[in-house]
């Protein structure tokens, strides 16, 4: 543990310069082992929040910067399209730091007020640095897909209105940078980032949009009175996350309400960006997968930060029964092709649409089930196998989520393909005519984008000519492809 306090007589060591030796050890330790040492820290430091304020918060800020750099590469593992064993341990580890940091600040801050009243640049630093480090907590629940924090808002609502009057301060919560936020800001992120909906997102989309948010707090707003423009309410006072209001919603006098008036324009314009392959590099876009995630999440913002909530297309039906299923491309193909014993899970169904199943499904490390998995399913009255897509995981305890799959295709085929240069197991999603366009999901990797591909099918060759991608993830990808029948004289000979 790190050496910011005596154990013997239960105070702050008193000497700055061991403290601060202490703190700038951080950066020479490797970044799971920082964490888990600020962790013990700050844990170990807690009852003594009420001691020595002022020197508290400077120790807890310069733990939190000096932390900054150690969390990043902890997500940065976490986001890794091929995840290594113990990936949830990275989840844990930065979940469980940034809940105690963003307790220490809290209570720090009722410490504060308890004691008289705060100096307004000590007051604006400390409710900046809570609203934070409980968004950033929030942020790794939703990597997580939850469950969430339930007192982040109650904390940073505490925070929002003990900042009454400095909101707006400049503040630099980081030494090494000039970038300026203030109270205000952290406020807008935090109701920001939850309006994503990020229970649609895979993870690289949530990290996406977080910049993506992070881009454009200079353009959101948070008023005292509605407007035409308003999207979300919410009253700090009481605890709760924000909600989706009308065109005008009513007033009240602790409430506050979102606005972004520029943002569905903002959208628009990166859309334009991305086409031209000009977008600003503080979004990190850059390879082709990544765009296509992109412009995915930007169609998703689009829905929810639309004056127009969105609304579900088709009904759903309750329509409880056992369903068995197979996830990712290989083990689907499997099944598909008459594979055995290859179930890996049951899940409850719950409701059925024209497009998709909703169920609850039991997750483990080893089952972590992203979103974009691609899936086999059928109930116990068939053994047709339905292809799906998982769009939306919500978590209801730890191991326990509630699992939304969209239809890709209810008739899908295994085929062979060949791009030229090797041979492959594919799914074609959709039925063959002459000169259609159709899907074919393909292992990811397993061929050449710009190459033609052929089926194989008894020594002939059925061509399809690249069209788009439309959809990548880690185990595969789905392509369109036009048709166009063309015979490969060594396949016929």
């Known amino acids: 543990m790190l050496r910011l306090y005596s154990p ?4 702050l060591l008193r000497d700055s310069r061991e403290v601060q030796k202490a703190i700038d050890g951080i950066a020479d330790l490797a970044p799971q082992d920082a964490i888990r040492e600020v962790t013990e820290t700050l844990e170990a430091v807690g009852p003594l929040l009420d001691t020595d304020l002022p020197g508290m918060l400077h120790v807890l800020a310069s733990l939190d910067e000096a932390s900054h750099a150690h ?20 989840f844990l580890l930065a979940h469980h730091f940034w809940a105690q940091l963003a307790n220490c600040f809290s209570d720090l801050l009722a410490a504060f007020e308890a004691a008289g009243p705060i100096p307004d640049d000590t007051r604006a630093e400390l409710c900046a640095r809570l609203i934070r480090a409980s968004t950033e907590g929030q942020r790794w629940d939703a990597l997580h897909y939850g469950p969430f924090e339930p007192r982040h808002w109650s904390r940073v609502g505490q925070a929002w209105l003990a900042a009454a009057g400095v909101e707006q301060r400049p503040l630099r919560l980081r030494s090494d940078r000039q970038t300026e936020t203030s109270v205000e800001r952290e406020y807008l992120r935090a109701i920001a980032f939850s309006i994503c909906a990020p229970e649609a997102l895979d993870e690289i989309q949530i990290e996406q949009a977080w910049r993506l948010i992070h881009y454009m707090l200079p353009a959101l707003e948070l008023r005292r009175t509605p407007s035409a423009n ?13 909600v989706r209001v009308g065109r005008i919603a009513t007033e009240s006098f602790t409430r506050r309400h979102f606005a972004a008036p520029h943002a569905l324009e903002t959208f628009r314009e990166l859309e334009r960006a991305l086409r031209m392959d000009e977008l600003p590099p503080m979004l ?11 412009e995915s999440m930007l169609n998703h913002l689009q829905q929810y930060w639309s004056p127009e909530p969105p609304v579900r297309s088709h009904r759903r039906h309750p329509m409880p029964a056992p369903l068995q299923v197979v996830d990712g491309i290989e083990n689907v193909i499997d099944s598909l092709a008459g594979g055995v014993g290859l179930v890996s899970n049951t899940w409850e169904q719950l409701d059925v649409s024209l497009h998709g199943i909703g169920a ?16 086999a399913l059928h109930g116990d009255d068939s053994d047709h196998w339905l292809i799906g897509v998982v769009r939306r995981v919500m978590r209801v305890a730890e191991e326990r989520a509630f699992i939304g799959t969209e239809f890709l295709s209810w008739h899908a085929a295994v085929v062979r393909a060949d791009d030229g240069v090797q041979e492959v197991r594919a799914l074609l ?15 990811v990797g397993s061929t050449r984008s710009e190459a033609p591909l052929f089926l194989l099918d008894q020594g002939k060759a059925l061509k399809l000519h690249p069209v788009e991608l439309l959809e990548h993830t880690s185990d595969y990808e789905i392509r369109s492809y036009q048709v166009a029948a063309a015979q490969r004289p060594e396949l016929a000979a």
């Open 8 to 11: 013997q007589t239960g105070q």
């Open 71 to 90: 969390t990043r590469v902890l997500c940065e593992g976490y986001l890794d399209e091929q995840p290594q064993p113990g990936r949830n341990d990275l």
């Open 230 to 242: 308003t999207l979300y309410c919410i009253d700090p006072e009481e605890g709760q996350p924000p």
């Open 284 to 294: 990190d876009v850059a390879a082709p997968e990544s765009a296509i995630r992109f």
């Open 360 to 375: 609850q499904a039991t997750l483990s490390e080893k089952h972590p089930l992203r979103i974009g998995r691609m899936v």
């Open 429 to 443: 999603l959709d039925v063959l005519h002459k000169a259609a366009t159709v899907r074919v999901a393909l292992p």
